[in-house]
């Protein structure tokens, strides 16, 4: 199983980027995806999350109308586009695929993890 994310980078204030994480080694359109951040000294955050057929989604509140999660199964491919960018923002994002089809919100449910992409936003 290999999910590898990509699409990180060095980012001013406001800026956009758009984050993708290619998955193989498993069945990629069964399983719902998540994607996580993390900083130095402070607990992996659920950022955003979608369903199997891309119909649900969820988002962390501090993400919520400038980021958007969607997927193309076609693909196997998991995107996030990030806009309205903040220096709270800078992270190293990950990529997860859960056990099952619906929306997870729960560390736990999530089974497989990518390697990450470091996001930085400069003020």
């Known amino acids: 199983v290999q999910l590898q994310a990509s699409g990180g980078g060095l980012v001013q204030a406001g800026g956009s980027l758009r984050l993708s994480c290619a998955a193989s080694g498993f069945t990629f359109s069964n399983n719902a995806m998540g994607w996580f951040r993390q900083t130095p000294g402070k607990e992996r955050e659920l950022v955003a999350a979608?369903?199997?057929?891309?119909?649900?989604?969820y988002y962390a509140d501090s993400v919520k109308g400038r980021f958007t999660i969607s997927r193309d199964n076609a693909k196997n491919t998991v995107y996030l586009a990030m806009n309205s960018l903040k220096p709270e923002d800078t992270a190293v994002y990950y990529c997860?695929?859960?056990?099952?089809?619906?929306?997870?919100?729960?560390?736990?449910?999530?089974?497989?993890w990518g390697q990450g992409t470091q996001v930085t936003v400069s003020s």
């Open positions: 997860a695929a859960a056990s099952g089809f619906a929306v997870a919100t729960m560390d736990v449910q999530y089974i497989y």
């Open positions: 979608i369903n199997w057929r891309g119909e649900s989604t």
